[in-house]
């Protein structure tokens, strides 16, 4: 057959056809923009991390500041926004400290659990058989657990504090993620692509790690956004229990808990940290979503 | 013909899966040639095994369910069917490359088409990412993609059904492989794109200078590309031939039922098109004898009871036949 010199017929649809290739993130970023609601929430969240990152220049006080001329003041008294405690704290400092110490959690449990998770999901969903089935036994048996009686018999073994806290959360975090990932790939393995990855001559790693992942980590990323509310929320609900962080460590969850006899006096000791907590959980799951709404493989043309 | 290198040699291979429903046994006993330059197109219904004879050739059916039960498969001198895993990592892809049936779901659908053709690349051919982005550039241009430069920056979901399979050919030659197996890579086109991405993997093979393995169950695609038939049924060979051979001068009535149901341009519009009566036998239990005599217009009970063996028709063209009643049948092929 001598087809060496035959022309190639140009694309069927020919030059018109052509449409200026699509920037993946671009596409993302256009939708994600879309959503008001995720978009607010996310301008929300950049204000908190620069709160967080210049706490120093925002705040006229320290949060371990004790003025006992100044205590029990109301809301927007001089220099004390929020006011300040019985004992003379200012409560807008100890609010603006207390992102670090917030986000600090959030980000780090959700991180790290949904890293954890990554790759025990990954294994398992790859490997199946018996790790499968021993992973997800695991994850079945710590799911039915509270997390709360998970989380303080992980605190009672290893101790209070911000830290041992962090790590508290990410052992008892990482199952849904592994769980979510494991989903993700028992589907994708099956895909046409990936035998066509191996008949391309691509080891297990690669297939993995290269070509399944990528497709695996949009719900992951949807998941570990939610989850920095969720962290954010089970910091809180900790040290308000006295479980969580030690003072004088600024903590939302701990200023509500050492404010809480005063509610019927002075509202606004317990008002601002908790809607701190609402609006910044608030802001995460906001994003998550809009997130989940840009991502979607679905909506791509 | 047969001053060509032998490239690929199969003989007898059977391949099994096992099932809850019991043992299918998807190819028994399958032998065939391929040489340098050749193109063989395997041709069969769905489940004659045409598919999965060549994906356990290179190792890409499930383990765990299949396995292959006998036969030898030696390519340039080694036996395919015991090659470690590693081994055949390395001979896939830049020895025996794949083409898919349907290549939106061949193609990842989060890698820009580029970096899909270069990654084979840079893996096998040791080339650096510029190298291999640029080969890759080239490649897009080669199957006649227009502006490939920026269409290697696009993702395979904008790309056109055609355009796409067009890459999965770049993405198959990018490593010179000496054998391209093509399962069906027509099927999933519209009928306008399906002969010009044929003329670009002919016009591919010839460039590389390899062999194609073309399975495909539409008769009127071979026709003009193949230079030898290997027809299927039930797992097993029935009519093996040069493609002149098979088309005009049909010793099997398998065949004969495949071209009769074949739309030709020069009937009247009048003539109806033949379908072979039933449907293929369940591969877990195969009819006694000729597996395709509850079908054949022309079956005996010898055809009951005795399984008939490939026997040469003409020992001189090597064509080959599956059935007890080839010499005394008057079967129509292909017109002239």
Known sequence: MALTNT???????????????SNYWAEVSKRFRKNKLAVIALAFIVLLVLLAIFADVVCKYGYEQINTKEKNLP???GDHWFGTDKIGHDLFAQIIYGIRVSLKVGILVSVLSAALGLIVGAFAGWLGGWFDSLMMRVVDIFLSIPYIILTVAFIGVIGRGLNALILALIITGWFVAARVVRASFLQLKEQEFVQAARALGYSNGRIMFRHILPNALQPLIVYTTLGVGGAILAEAALSFLAIGVLPPTPSWGLLVSQNKGLLTNQPHLVFFPGAAIFLTVLAFV???????????????S | MSDKELLLSVRNLAVSFNT???TVRAVNGVSFDVRRGDVLAIVGESGSGKSVSMLSLVGLLPPKTSSIDGGTAMWKGTDLVTMTPAQMRAT???EIAMIFQDPLSAMNPVHRVGRQIAESMRLHLGLSKKQADLRA???????GIPQPTTRAHSYPHEFSGGMRQRAMIAMAIACSPDLLIADEPTTALDVTVQAQVLDVLMAMKDRIGSAIVLITHDLGVVAGLADSLLVMYAGAPVEVGSTDDVFYRTAHPYTEGLLASLPRLDSSGDDELTPIKGAPPSLIRIPSGCAFHPRCPYATQRCREEVPTLRPVNALS????ACHHADELQLVGAEQ
């Open chain 1, 286 to 300: 906001f994003v998550g979503d809009g997130l989940r709404d840009a991502l979607d493989p679905k909506l791509r």
């Open chain 1, 7 to 21: 022309p190639i017929p140009e694309g069927e649809a020919g030059i018109a056809d052509v449409a200026p290739p």
């Open chain 2, 92 to 94: 896939r892809a830049k």
């Open chain 2, 20 to 22: 809850e429903a019991g």
């Open chain 2, 137 to 143: 550039i080239e490649l897009l241009d080669l199957v």
């Open chain 1, 75 to 77: 809301p927007f008294s």
């Open chain 2, 318 to 321: 090597g064509h080959l036949v």
